[in-house]
């Protein structure tokens, strides 16, 4: 069914309203014709709505489905958080509000959806895991990574692509649809304390702001809400212990939600590297720490974003059947990007369904935000 929303500035009308019978002849006859009362009488005022309230109706609206026929619900699969994962906390809290109204109140179109890349299923393994690992944490801490300065900003540039369904309410199918595989360019200070996001098509036009300068960020008194820290940040991270365990108790300590928290934890490693700038000895003990999560495997071939083949850490959601896979060359043991491919089936996304995809192509450090660097920075 689909819904009619009444305008307040519109007449309502009772087409087809039947009040004929014995008790209802004369009510009948003396009904007032609202159509003519409209006109004779001003239209009723539409306050303005706020500007948070309006992107949280839009973002409803969006996504709500609405079918002939009422639909079985499967288990909801959780979202991936869109916006840079180091920005403040209350920045966050609108992150995904934003995005919706970045495509909507800003009249930014995205590029049309394109069917999700299907590949064969290969199974993971715990064989030579502890030794993969040791190679990817050495190749880490022997990388050069440079340090930000004061006044200088954080640039990361990626190719992704992420998961949209849709839903055939006649037939009750689905079917899953991805973006179209695009450039998305970062920039943070070491602190996250701000930035700037650009991600043609999937943000607004010229990028927007994140931390301090993100306009759906609300601190208190200009200030973050006590208790709500800066997470993940590059200053963060160099100032955690270059220790495996700790970090991951560090990590699971900065977890909630129902959500398993051994997939929670995965996860929150996978937007670390994807997005950030680690220094190599802490870089070193984050792969290690990702090994140490119960469930993760190994799987010898995975691909990122642009083709980029490698072997892969990975762990299976039990809950959405999804498999998230960090992506390193088999070479150089570098870090390449990630993949999430459907394992299990969960909501009609077939096995083999590819739902993610990203690549890091590029990490450097500039003088300015929306600077980009004049040569090629580290990946």
């Known amino acids: 069914m689909t819904r009619k929303f009444w305008k307040r500035t519109e007449p309502m009308t009772h087409t087809g309203l039947n009040r004929s019978g014995p008790d209802h002849g004369e009510l009948d006859r003396a009904e007032p014709d609202h159509a003519e009362l409209a006109l004779l009488l001003p239209a009723p005022s539409a306050p303005a709505m706020s500007l948070d309230r309006r992107l949280l109706f839009e973002e409803h ?28 906390v209350t920045a966050v809290a609108l992150g995904t509000v934003f995005a919706v109204s970045a495509l909507t109140s800003r009249g930014n179109t995205a590029p049309a959806s394109v069917e999700a890349p299907v590949v064969a299923v290969e199974a993971g393994s715990t064989v030579q895991l502890v030794s993969t690992v040791q190679q990817i944490a050495a190749a880490a801490s022997a990388q050069q990574t440079p340090e930000p300065g004061p006044g200088q900003f954080i640039y990361i540039k990626s190719t992704v692509s992420w998961m949209s369904t849709s839903v055939n309410g006649a037939t009750n199918e689905s079917k899953t649809w991805v973006q179209p595989l695009h450039q998305r360019e970062i920039w943070h200070t070491p602190d996250a304390s701000k930035g700037w996001l650009d991600e043609p098509g999937y943000q ?48 699971y300590a900065k977890l909630s939600g129902p959500r398993d928290r051994d997939q929670q934890a995965f996860e929150e490693i996978q937007e ?48 959405t059947g999804e498999r998230t896979e960090l992506v390193f060359d088999r070479t150089t043991f570098a870090y390449l990007g990630s993949r999430g491919v459907q394992v299990k089936e969960f909501g009609g996304i077939k096995p083999g369904t590819v739902v993610e995809r990203t690549a890091v192509l590029e990490r450097a450090v500039v003088n300015a935000e929306k600077e980009r660097p004049a040569k090629g920075g580290t990946a």
Request: aromatic share 4%; net charge positive.
């Open 204 to 251: 607004a036009k010229g990028g927007i702001g994140l931390g301090a300068n993100n306009p759906y960020s609300k601190p208190k008194n200009g200030k973050d809400i006590p208790g709500d820290e800066t997470r993940l940040s590059y200053d963060w991270l160099k100032a955690q212990p270059a220790d495996a365990q700790a970090l991951l108790k560090t990590i």
């Open 272 to 319: 670390i590297i994807n997005e950030q700038l680690v220094p190599a000895p802490t870089a070193a003990a984050l792969y290690r720490a990702a090994a140490q999560v119960p469930g993760v495997v190994l799987v010898q071939n995975s691909q990122d974003a642009v083709g980029r083949s490698g072997l892969a850490l990975a762990r299976l959601d039990e809950k």
């Open 61 to 88: 609206l969006l996504n709500e489905i609405h079918t002939s026929a009422p639909l079985p619900t499967p288990p909801r699969r959780p979202v991936r958080r869109a916006l840079f994962i180091g920005v403040p």
